[in-house]
């Protein structure tokens, strides 16, 4: 699975940092692209 992220805010980069943990946590092989500040 491919998933695309884009942040705009430093809360977004936040959560979208939580989410990419969550989501390889769950599956190691997901591949995750995005754009984002220094949290990602």
Same mark, same amino acid.
């Given at each position: $699975?491919? #998933? !695309? %992220? +884009?942040?705009?805010?430093? +809360?977004?980069?936040? #959560?979208?940092?939580?989410?990419? +943990?969550?989501?390889?946590?769950? =599956? +190691?092989? #997901?591949? %995750?692209?995005? $754009? !984002?500040?220094? =949290? !990602?």
């Amino acid at each position: $699975m491919k #998933i !695309a %992220i +884009s942040a705009a805010e430093t +809360s977004g980069d936040l #959560i979208g940092a939580k989410l990419v +943990s969550a989501l390889k946590a769950q =599956n +190691s092989d #997901i591949q %995750i692209e995005g $754009m !984002a500040g220094k =949290n !990602a």
